[in-house]
Structures are given as structure tokens and as C-alpha cells.
T-cell receptor, first 116, second 116 residues
Framework: AQKVTQAQTEISVVEKEDVTLDCVYETRDTTYYLFWYKQPPSGELVFLIRRNSFDEQNEISGRYSWNFQKSTSSFNFTITASQVVDSAVYFCALSDPNTGGFKTIFGAGTRLFVKA | NAGVTQTPKFQVLKTGQSMTLQCAQDMNHEYMSWYRQDPGMGLRLIHYSVGAGITDQGEVPNGYNVSRSTTEDFPLRLLSAAPSQTSVYFC???????????????FGSGTQLSVL
């Protein structure tokens, strides 16, 4: 069975601090996709990134970066120089390739508070 | 382009009542799914569909029914509402596997359901 664990329930930082959100996943499949989504206080779900299980390159997009390590089954997300607008709940997710890859399982989420 | 449309946005039910949450997408997506979001539990998959006429159970299917008679619509039915079904419900869709697999999920804006 697949599982996504986000051990950090809540994180509170002061603006301009760097913060890393942890994600550990379990799957027996060799092909899968990992995702991060953001849910700001307004409630909508916003896609941030998708990573193929065969691509372990780290990715940077502005202040966001992602570290994917198959050896530790982790897909961590770092926000550099955090801003108040980064305050949100962040979800890590894993897709199931046995359904064509569309069945997606989410972690419990990490609530990030960025204080001014 | 409307994307994924969910109705209603809010609903209050009494225990034992039935209702249908509507979900429609206009992006010709094959994959559609329903999630419920509860505090501390993230998004849990209720049911999903990989195409018209095909549905399957997710992590928490009990108490819910779905059908997929058209590509566009994927309604979620509560046959006899229970207080444990008080939650925020999200509908999501994704690209056709013929075009690009494992693209991001497109989410509706959510339905806040309270069962008294």
C-alpha cells in the first residue's frame, strides 16, 4: 500500500527565515509521481511541483526548491527567505501508477505560519 | 474556461438525509476524483474514476456512492448522512492519459458540508 507521511504538523517561522517541509513516502512501485500542493487560507488547492520517480534532480523555482532522494524515500520542500504570503498548508502527494498514475494519495499536510 | 465546478459551496444536512454533491469539468479530463479534508488528516480519497462508466473506491469510500455517466460529470452521493461525514469535500480532475499522464490535479473550490 502507498503512504505519504508529513511528520511536521505545524511550523512557525519569522519572515526571511528558510524553512524545510519534510515528506517521506512508501510505495512498492518503481514508477510513480510525487507532488506538492499549497492550500492558502482562502482554501483553494494550488499545484506547486510534480516529480517523476526516475528523475532525482533537485529543482529550484524562485524561492522554492525540492530535494528528491529515492534512497531515503523523501521529497522535501524548502522555502528560502520565507514571506508572510507563504503561510499555508502544504501537502505532499504520491500517485499510483496502477491506475494510469492518476490515483493520488496525500499526506496529512504541514501548516506553515510565517510571522512578520 | 470554468475548470472544475463544484456545487453547492455550503450545505447543512440532518442525520439520515441524502444529498448529491455535484462536480463538473469542461477540460475533457478522463480522470476525476473526490476527496474529503478533515483537520489533521489531509486529503483522503473517497472515490475516483478513470473514465466514463468506470469508478473505483479510494481510501474512505463507505457511506458514499458515485457514478460516471459522462466525461464531464462525477457526482458524489450521500445516501444517509452521518455526523462523521461533516467535512470539506473537493472534486479534482486530471488530463487524459492519452495526452500526458500524471499531470497535476485540477481542484474545485470545495463544498463545506455539516451534518447535524
Amino acid at each position: 500500500a502507498q503512504k505519504v507521511t508529513q511528520a511536521q504538523t505545524e511550523i512557525s517561522v519569522v519572515e526571511k527565515e528558510d524553512v524545510t517541509l519534510d515528506c517521506v513516502y512508501e510505495t512498492r512501485d518503481t514508477t510513480y509521481y510525487l507532488f506538492w500542493y499549497k492550500q492558502p487560507p482562502s482554501g483553494e488547492l494550488v499545484f506547486l511541483i510534480r516529480r517523476n520517480s526516475f528523475d532525482e534532480q533537485n529543482e529550484i523555482s524562485g524561492r522554492y526548491s525540492w530535494n528528491f532522494q529515492k534512497s531515503t524515500s523523501s521529497f522535501n520542500f524548502t522555502i528560502t527567505a520565507s514571506q508572510v504570503v507563504d503561510s499555508a498548508v502544504y501537502f505532499c502527494a504520491l500517485s499510483d501508477p496502477n491506475t494510469g498514475g492518476f490515483k493520488t494519495i496525500f499526506g496529512a499536510g504541514t501548516r506553515l505560519f510565517v510571522k512578520a | 474556461n470554468a475548470g472544475v465546478t463544484q456545487t453547492p459551496k455550503f450545505q447543512v444536512l440532518k442525520t439520515g438525509q441524502s444529498m448529491t454533491l455535484q462536480c463538473a469539468q469542461d477540460m475533457n479530463h478522463e480522470y476525476m476524483s473526490w476527496y474529503r479534508q478533515d483537520p489533521g488528516m489531509g486529503l483522503r480519497l473517497i472515490h475516483y474514476s478513470v473514465g466514463a462508466g468506470i469508478t473505483d473506491q479510494g481510501e474512505v469510500p463507505n457511506g458514499y456512492n458515485v457514478s460516471r455517466s459522462t466525461t464531464e460529470d462525477f457526482p458524489l452521493r450521500l445516501l444517509s448522512a452521518a455526523p462523521s461525514q461533516t467535512s470539506v469535500y473537493f472534486c479534482a480532475s486530471s488530463y487524459s492519459r492519452r495526452s500526458a499522464t500524471n499531470e497535476k490535479l485540477f481542484f474545485g473550490s470545495g463544498t463545506q458540508l455539516s451534518v447535524l
